[in-house]
C-alpha cells in the first residue's frame, strides 16, 4: 500500500472557458488468460499487473479539451454505465471537480512545513489566472514529450533536466521554475506574491533535500520527531 501523503490544489473559475484535459483508455482486460482462484502464483502475478495497470489507467496527464462540453461528452458513459461512481476515480494530475466548481491540481507531495506548502498553493493559483487571463502558453507540447517530462521530473527531483521539443534540447529544471515564478508574480494577489517567493527556497533545497541533510546529522530515528516539530511550526526548527 502507498502510504505517502499528498495533497491538492483547487482553482475555481467563476465564468469564461476552461481549458481542461484527459488520457485514452488503456486496454488489457482481454490479454487475462490466469486462473487466480486455483493458482496462488498467478494469483500474485495477477495482483502485481493490475497494479500497473491501475498506476496507468486513468491517471498521468490527461489530452487537451476543446470545452466542458467536449469533456462531458468523454467522460459522461464512464458514469452513465457505472463504470465509475463520481469524477473522483479519474485520477488524472489535473481534473474538474464539478462538486466544487473547481479544476484540481492531484498529487503533489506533502511538504515538510506548511510555509513551503503556501508556495505551492501560490505558484498553482498565480499559474491558473496567468494561463486564463493573461498569457496563455504560445505552443502546445505532445502528449509524447509531457509523458516524459513529467516521468523526469518525478524520477530526478531539482536535478532533472526536461526536453524542450522546440530546441530538441535538455533543460536544467530549476531555470524553468525560476522562469515560471517570474512570469507568475504579476498575478499573485499581496498574500501570494510573499508565498511565492518560498519557491526559491525550495529550488536551493526541497523537501526530500532537507530531510536527507536531517537524517545525515542526527539519524533515521530522529526523523519522524524533526519532520512533526517542523510541520507543527516550532519556531526554533524553522530556522534550520
Known sequence: MDRRVRYRVFVRREAGELRVVAILPVKGAARQNKDSDRDRAGAAEKSRELRNIVRAIRTG?????????????????????????????????????????????????AQTCV????????????????????????????????????????????????????????????????????RCRPYCDAIGAVELERINRLLVANGADRQRGWVRENGMLALPSTLARRFAGSPQALAT
Open 61 to 109: 496527464t490527461p489530452r487537451c479539451y476543446t470545452s466542458y462540453a467536449d469533456y462531458v461528452a468523454a467522460v459522461d458513459a464512464m458514469f452513465a454505465s457505472g463504470a465509475l461512481t463520481d469524477p473522483t476515480y479519474l485520477w488524472w494530475d489535473i481534473r474538474l471537480q464539478p462538486s466544487l466548481g473547481t479544476v484540481e491540481i492531484r498529487a503533489m507531495d
Open 115 to 182: 510555509a513551503d506548502s503556501a508556495g505551492l498553493v501560490a505558484l498553482v493559483q498565480a499559474l491558473a489566472r496567468m494561463v486564463l487571463e493573461g498569457d496563455p502558453p504560445t505552443r502546445e507540447i505532445g502528449p509524447e514529450v509531457l509523458a516524459e517530462n513529467r516521468f523526469l521530473a518525478a524520477r530526478d527531483g531539482l536535478q532533472a533536466r526536461l526536453i524542450d521539443p522546440v530546441d530538441r534540447c535538455l533543460v536544467p529544471i530549476r531555470g524553468l521554475i525560476e522562469t515560471l515564478v517570474h
